[in-house]
C-alpha cells in the first residue's frame, strides 16, 4: 500500500473512532501503536517507549499540574469572588460596567489557570446570577461568559500552549509570552463591544442604581479594591521573577502555587477540603494532559515514518500549486469545522503531526524559529473561535450545564455570533500583522 493511502487510512481509522465516544487519548494511542506493529513488526513499540521517555524527560511539563492546582485553589477559597466584588463595586455605576468587570474578572483568571473550563465555572456561579438579577440581557451575558472563558486557552499561563510546545518542540515561554498581546487585544475588542452597545442601548446593560452606589462608602470600596487585587498580585509575584530571568518557567509556577496558598491561608479560606479538591482535580487534569500528549507523540512518530507530511506537501503546494497564505488559511478553516464536534486537545493532537512541520516548512516570510510560535497563536485563537460555534461549541453546552432554564439553547447559539465577529477579527489582525503575537518574546528573550 503506498505511503500516503497509509496515512489517509490512518486519519480516517482515528476520526470514525471519535464517533464511538471513547476517549481521545485511548483512540489516538491505539491507532498509532497498531499502525506502527503492523509496518515495523515488534520493533515498532519502540516507538511509543520513545515517546513515553521523551514526555518524562519533558522539564516545563512540571509546571502543568502546578497552574492547574493554582487555579482550583483560587476558585475554591473564593478569591475570585473577591476580584468579581470589587469589579461590582467599581465598574457598576457605568452601563454595562458589571460585564465590563465580567471581561476583565475572566482575564485576570485566565492568568491564574489556563483553562477555558475554570473561567466558565467562575463566570457562570459568580457572575451570571449577578447580571441576570441586575437586569442584564440574558443573550449579552451568557455571550460575555462564554467569549471571556475563552481567554483562558491563549492569555499565559496556557495549557493549551503548554500541550501545543510539547507537540511542535517549540519553548512554553516563548508562546506564553507570545499569547499575552492577543489575548488583551481580544479582550479590548469585547470590553469595547460592550460598551458601545450599552450606551446606544442602555435597557440590555443598565447601570447599579444610585441609591445602591451611595451604599458603598469610600473606605469600603477601598476595602474592596484591596482583596480584589490580590490575584493581580499573585500574577505579579509569580510571572515577575519568571520575565526578568530570576527564576525558570518551572520554579516560577511553584512561586505562583506558594503565593496563592499563603493567601488564602491569610484569609483563613485553606480548609482540608480544599486542598483535597484542588489535589484530586489537578490528578485528574493532569493526568488526562499527559496521556493525550503520549498518544500524540506515538501517532506523530508513525506519521513521521511514514513521510505523510512531504506527501501532504506535494500534494498542496506541487499538484494544487497553493500559495502559503492558501494553505495556510485551509488549515484555520479545518480546525474550525473540527471545532463543532471536538474539544481543542482533540484537534490539536489529530492534525499537529500533519500542519506543524508544513507550517515550518511554508514560506511566510518570517524566520524559521518565529513561524511555529506564531502559528501557535493562530491555532489558540481558532481554537477559541470553534469552542463558540455552533452546532457543538464546546464553551456552548458548558453554557448550558450551567445556566439557569429560562436561558435556552437558542439564546446560547444567538448570544456568541457578535464575539464570534470579534474574534475572527482578532485573528485577522495577528494574521496580517504577526508582530502583534511575536513583539513581546522578541522583545524580552526569556527562555
Known amino acids: 500500500m503506498p505511503q500516503e493511502m497509509i496515512a489517509l487510512l490512518m486519519f480516517s481509522t482515528m476520526l470514525v473512532l471519535m464517533i464511538t465516544g471513547q476517549r481521545v487519548f485511548g483512540i489516538i494511542g491505539v491507532v498509532g501503536v497498531v499502525a506502527a506493529l503492523a509496518l515495523w ?22 509546571t502543568l499540574p502546578m497552574f492547574v492546582f493554582m487555579g482550583y485553589v483560587m476558585s475554591e477559597t473564593r478569591l475570585a469572588e473577591d476580584l468579581y466584588k470589587m469589579f461590582h463595586v467599581w465598574f457598576g455605576p457605568v452601563p454595562g460596567g458589571l460585564a465590563i468587570g465580567t471581561i476583565l474578572l475572566m482575564v485576570l483568571i485566565s492568568a491564574m489557570n489556563g483553562l477555558s473550563v475554570a473561567g466558565m465555572a467562575i463566570g457562570s456561579t459568580i ?31 496556557s495549557v493549551v500552549l503548554v500541550l501545543y510546545a510539547m507537540i511542535a518542540r517549540a519553548p512554553v515561554s516563548q508562546l506564553w509570552l507570545a499569547g499575552l498581546m492577543p489575548g488583551l487585544v481580544m479582550a479590548g475588542l469585547f470590553i469595547a463591544y460592550i460598551a458601545l452597545r450599552s450606551a446606544l442601548n442602555p435597557r440590555l446593560a443598565p447601570p447599579l442604581p444610585p441609591e445602591e452606589r451611595a451604599a458603598y462608602t469610600r473606605a469600603e470600596k477601598m476595602r474592596l479594591l484591596g482583596a480584589g ?23 516560577a509556577s511553584v512561586v505562583g502555587v506558594g503565593v496563592t496558598v499563603l493567601a488564602a491561608l491569610a484569609k483563613r479560606r485553606f480548609t482540608r477540603q480544599v486542598f483535597e479538591v484542588a489535589t484530586r482535580e489537578t490528578l485528574a487534569i493532569s493526568c488526562m494532559f499527559m496521556w493525550i500528549i503520549l ?68 514560506d511566510l516570510g518570517l524566520p524559521p524559529d518565529q513561524v511555529l510560535i506564531w502559528y501557535g497563536v493562530l491555532y489558540t485563537i481558532t481554537c477559541q473561535i470553534a469552542y463558540l460555534t455552533p452546532p457543538f461549541g464546546y464553551n456552548l453546552f458548558l453554557m448550558r450545564a450551567f445556566a439557569p432554564p429560562e436561558i435556552s439553547m437558542g439564546d446560547i447559539y444567538k448570544s456568541v455570533t457578535p464575539f ?20 513581546l518574546p522578541q522583545t524580552l528573550q526569556v527562555k
Open 127 to 157: 457572575a451570571l446570577p449577578e447580571l441576570l438579577r441586575r437586569g442584564y440581557d440574558k443573550r449579552m451575558v451568557t455571550g460575555v461568559i462564554q467569549a471571556g472563558s475563552s481567554l483562558g486557552i491563549l492569555i499565559p499561563p
Open 295 to 362: 498518544a500524540a507523540l506515538s501517532f506523530g512518530a508513525v506519521f513521521d515514518g511514514l513521510g505523510a507530511v512531504k506527501a501532504i506537501e506535494n500534494l498542496f503546494v506541487g499538484q494544487l500549486h497553493l500559495n502559503p497564505w492558501t494553505i495556510l488559511i485551509l488549515m484555520q478553516l479545518s480546525f474550525l469545522v473540527m471545532g463543532m464536534f471536538l474539544d481543542d486537545t482533540a484537534m490539536l493532537v489529530i492534525v499537529a503531526p500533519l500542519y506543524v512541520p508544513l507550517v515550518a516548512r511554508l
Open 420 to 439: 464570534v465577529l470579534l474574534m475572527a477579527a482578532a485573528l485577522a489582525l495577528v494574521m496580517l500583522f504577526p508582530e502583534i503575537a511575536l513583539w
Open 229 to 251: 487585587l490580590l490575584p493581580l498580585a499573585i500574577f505579579a509575584a509569580m510571572m515577575g521573577p519568571f520575565i526578568y530571568g530570576v527564576t525558570s518557567l518551572v520554579e
Open 41 to 62: 513488526g515488534t520493533g515498532g513499540q519502540a516507538m511509543g517507549f520513545s515517546a513515553s521517555m521523551k514526555l518524562m524527560k519533558w522539564y516545563p511539563m512540571l
